[in-house]
């Protein structure tokens, strides 16, 4: 009989639960404590080439029975952002867990190192901020599909550049929403390769079931991110997506936690990325 450790990321939060995985002839039954696992560090980091967007969002794992709302903030921590060129930030705890820099802006091209500094602990990632793509046009075309399905297809096109090992995450946004208020939590990410130094168009498709609350209406804004990314960010948004997408049952074999860039056993990421933005109003 052997043990397996399965821990499941479910909004922003990861759980650890202890799984016995039993052979065929093993009969014994095992009461499992899913209130017994020890919190562990998450540490969310955000740096973009825009102002006020230097963000590091602190907490701990809670047992599993606990709300993802509950989860405990970590403050008083010492938040630095360090630039390969020595050029060094320390963020400002604005609230409870949350701190946040208002002059760092990144520059791409520069490498950052984060540094958290919390209960004697010290936590660091490296993340590399890409040259900047633009978006080259945006359009949308409605859908109307036989089983009453509507909805709009979002058009998105961009030149990669001719450099290999491009990656990207496409952030799409109704009027002030945040991200997740299209599609939930899915994650729209793309790299070049098989599409190096081309033009790349992707879709975005939103629907709306009839009968369901709808997510955008006629005459909304939408607002669509494209996020050039390394690729340490790439793997994090594609393992996490991997995890969100599994039935989540005590059997799957999804990745135990998203892949991360973070040293010391803490979870979560530290991302370094350019931004450029398009808006788009539904007709």
């Known amino acids: 009989m052997k043990t397996i450790i399965l821990n499941i990321w479910r909004n922003k939060e990861f759980f650890f639960i202890p799984l016995l995985v039993f052979a065929v002839s093993c009969q014994k039954i095992v009461s499992i404590d899913l209130n ?21 969002v602190i907490s701990k794992t809670g047992t599993y029975f606990v709300s993802s709302v509950n989860v405990p903030p ?5 938040v630095t952002i360090t630039d390969d060129l020595g050029n060094s930030d ?51 075309k409605p859908v109307h599909e036989r089983d009453g399905d509507i909805g709009y297809d979002i058009y998105v096109l961009f030149k990669d550049p001719q450099e290999s090992g491009n990656y990207y995450r496409i952030r799409p946004r109704v009027n002030s929403l945040p991200p997740d208020s299209i599609q939930g939590a899915r994650t729209f ?19 709306i ?7 955008v209406n006629i005459g909304d804004t939408i607002t669509v991110d494209l996020l050039s990314v390394d690729q340490a960010t790439y793997e994090f948004y594609k393992t996490l997506q991997a995890i969100r997408s599994s039935d989540r049952s005590p059997t799957s074999l999804s990745p135990a936690n998203p892949n991360t860039n973070l ?15 398009k808006k788009i109003i539904l007709q």
């Open 90 to 140: 320390t963020l400002k705890e604005i609230r409870s867990g949350n701190y946040q820099s208002a002059t760092l802006k990144g520059v791409t091209g520069r490498r950052y190192t984060l540094k958290v500094v919390s209960e004697s602990e010290v936590y660091s990632a490296i993340s590399y901020m890409p040259k900047k793509v633009t978006i080259d046009s945006l359009y949308v």
């Open 209 to 215: 079931r009839s009968g369901e609350r709808r997510t």
């Open 74 to 78: 970590v403050s008083h921590a010492l």
């Open 263 to 277: 040293s010391n056993g803490s979870l979560g990421y530290f991302a370094a990325y350019s931004v450029d933005s």
């Open 36 to 56: 017994a696992a020890a919190p562990h560090i998450v540490i969310e980091g955000n740096l973009t080439d825009q102002l006020d967007t230097a963000s590091v």
């Open 189 to 207: 990410l793309y790299n070049d390769k098989l599409a190096n130094g081309n033009e790349i168009t992707e879709r975005i498709s939103i629907r």
